[in-house]
């Protein structure tokens, strides 16, 4: 049952993760691309972290942190550009 639900799980998250991709590349304005990019890299977090539980490796877990920690700055810089047009002051 769990590797059903597993699946399933990895499913949805790979089509998040799609139409994520999509706005990315389409988005009209820079904004909706931020936050395209900032939903993609907790989408990505999130498919690691099912493939870690399904191949039940700590290896998966590293990534996601590591993921986590990059995404969350990149997020911060991101918006600190589009607000003043500059990211280190």
């Given amino acids: 049952m769990l590797t059903l639900a597993l699946g399933f799980a990895q499913l949805c998250v790979l089509l998040a993760l799609i139409f994520c991709a999509i706005r990315l590349l389409r988005g009209p304005t820079a904004q909706d691309r931020v ?21 039940s490796s700590m290896v998966y877990f590293e990534a996601a942190l590591v993921i986590a920690l990059t995404g969350f700055v990149s997020s911060i810089a991101l918006a600190k550009f589009l607000m003043r047009g500059e990211i280190i002051e």
Avoid: P, Q, T, Y
Avoid at 40 to 46: E, I, K, Q, T
């Fill in 35 to 55: 936050l395209a990019l900032d939903s993609l890299w907790m989408v990505a977090m999130l498919f690691i972290l099912l493939l870690g539980v399904r191949f």
